[in-house]
């Protein structure tokens, strides 16, 4: 399976998120680029147990942030 530079580089990512998520009570949001790769799915759970969003694509991520900042206001 190809993931995120390989299984165990994609989970020392989410595990460095995780952290850096620990700090901040914004939503964070973790772009995966390669819509067709296959995320590894201990890397999907952490990310899902973490609350932290799993996009394929910046640009739908930064659509996303940008719609939920203006419904905040």
């Known amino acids: 399976m190809k ?3 390989g299984p165990a580089q994609s989970l020392k990512y989410m595990n460095g998120i ?3 998520a620990k700090t901040s009570k914004k ?3 973790f772009s995966v680029l ?3 790769s296959p995320l590894d799915p201990e890397f999907l759970r952490l ?3 973490n609350k932290i969003i799993i996009s394929r694509s910046s640009e739908r991520s930064l659509r996303a942030m940008a719609k939920a900042t ?3 206001r």
């Open 70 to 72: 203006e419904h905040g």
């Open 27 to 29: 939503p964070l949001v």
């Open 34 to 36: 390669g819509d067709n």
């Open 18 to 20: 995780i952290e850096a």
């Open 3 to 5: 993931t995120v530079g």
């Open 47 to 49: 990310a899902k147990e």
